[in-house]
Each structure stands twice: as structure tokens, then as C-alpha cells.
């Protein structure tokens, strides 16, 4: 609010408590209404901090201090937002992650990712630390997660601890098995081979089956498979 002939103002902000000023974009000679209320529309800068402060002052008169009006020190946070991993969604042991999030700026500096493995708020476990952009990471999962593991992921900027977020839900990671043998190839009656496979993560003991029909496993061919044998051998077919 104005009073008197002021058709024009200057509006600035501080970071340091009125120390240095700094014009805000389209602020200088921003038309004012005299005698009356005028509003202008501030893009909030990246620049976080405790002790911010508005300053605006008659753009013909900008350096007299009865020509100005501050504002009290305020506060700037900044914010970040995880975009994913989802709710509900599975992943394999092994296999690529997207953690992807979106920052308010260059202000958070690096970030550090936890993630608790119960669904609650108990984040000791490291994932790594991340520079605030590009705002994703391709995160190779490593084998070290059990199937009953109920995955909440956390993003926090390690200069400013309160700018966090989480994934919206719970998501889990689970083993897999890759058979490599046999793949195929034809194969006589009475011929024994071996069955050969891969694993990742922690995965419960196999059970094998096969198909005539390229489509409904029934046929049994062995049960209770520890997969770490990582060979069933000398099946006969």
C-alpha cells in the first residue's frame, strides 16, 4: 500500500537479512498504484533460507529509507518430489530400478536415498548419495534383498535435511531364476541331460515341470530343487 503520487516502485529481496538486495525478476519501475493497493505476483527463487526479506521502494526515490517498506525476515524452503518407484510395483534382484524425482532447484545440492526393508519410517539402509539433477537414477538391484522385504524409499537433500520425500506406498524386490539349459535343440527319447540355471537373490527351494504343449506345464520332473545347486542332472527324457 502507497500513499501519494507513485506511479512506479522497485521491488528487491535479501538472503542475508537486508544486507545485499537483489532486484526481483520484473520488479524495477513495476507500476503502482497511487494511494491504493497493488499486487505483485512474485516467482519465489531458489534460494532457500531463514532470513529473507522483501524490500519495496519508490523507483524515483529508491535509496531514501521513508521511500521504502520491508518486510520481517522470512523463510524460502525448497521441496522435492519422488516420482517413482511406485505403489505396489515388483522388481527383480539383478534387474534395472528407475528412481526418479523432481527437485525445486540447484539449492538442495546432493542428495542421499535410503530406504527402510519393514514399510516403516525405520530408513537405515543406504542406497547412495545423487547430485539433485538430472533427477533419476538407473539403479542396478543388487541380490542382497529376501522376498518378504517391504521396500519405502526416502530422498533427502543432505545440505537441508528438511527438504524430503518418500515413494508414495511400498514396493518389493524378489529373486529370479534364468534357465540356461536346455533352451533349444531336439532331444530322443531315453537321453539324460543336464538342467542348468541361473539365480539372483534369494529365491525358496524350485520346482521343475515341463510341457508337450509349449504352454501348460504339468508334467513333473522334480520338486523341493535347492536353487543354489544351480544343476539338476542327468534327467532322463
Not at 86 to 112: C, D, H, Q, V, Y
Not at 129 to 135: A, K, L, V
Not at 186 to 198: E, L, Q
Request: glycine letters at 10%; a negative charge.
Amino acid at each position: 500500500t502507497t500513499s501519494g503520487t507513485l506511479n512506479y516502485v522497485n521491488v528487491s529481496y535479501s538472503t542475508d537479512g537486508g544486507g545485499n538486495w537483489t532486484a526481483c525478476s520484473g520488479g524495477t519501475q513495476y507500476g503502482n498504484t497511487p494511494n491504493g493497493n497493488t499486487t505483485y505476483n512474485w516467482t519465489i527463487p531458489d534460494k532457500i533460507g531463514t532470513n529473507v526479506r522483501l524490500k519495496v521502494c519508490s523507483f524515483y526515490d529508491p535509496n531514501t529509507t521513508e521511500a521504502c517498506a520491508l518486510t520481517n525476515n522470512f523463510t524460502i524452503n525448497g521441496w522435492l518430489v519422488v516420482t517413482s518407484p511406485l505403489n505396489g510395483n515388483l522388481f527383480r534382484a539383478g534387474n534395472k530400478m528407475w528412481i526418479n524425482w523432481t527437485p525445486s532447484g540447484p539449492s538442495l545440492g546432493n542428495l542421499e536415498i535410503n530406504y527402510s526393508r519393514d514399510g516403516t519410517e525405520n530408513y537405515i539402509y543406504h542406497l547412495g548419495n545423487r547430485s539433485y539433477t538430472p533427477g533419476f537414477w538407473e539403479y542396478t538391484i543388487p541380490d542382497d534383498f529376501v522376498p518378504n522385504d517391504i521396500i519405502k524409499l526416502r530422498i533427502r537433500s543432505i545440505n537441508y535435511t528438511d527438504v524430503l520425500n518418500y515413494t508414495n506406498g511400498t514396493f518389493s524386490i524378489k529373486g529370479q531364476v534364468n534357465l540356461t539349459y536346455p533352451d533349444t535343440g531336439t532331444f530322443n527319447v531315453s537321453d539324460k541331460i543336464n538342467i542348468t540355471w541361473t539365480k539372483t537373490g534369494t529365491i525358496g527351494n524350485l520346482t521343475i515341470k515341463f510341457a508337450t504343449d509349449g504352454a501348460n506345464y504339468t508334467n513333473d520332473i522334480a520338486s523341493n530343487v535347492l536353487p543354489g545347486d544351480l544343476i539338476y542332472p542327468n534327467w532322463t527324457i
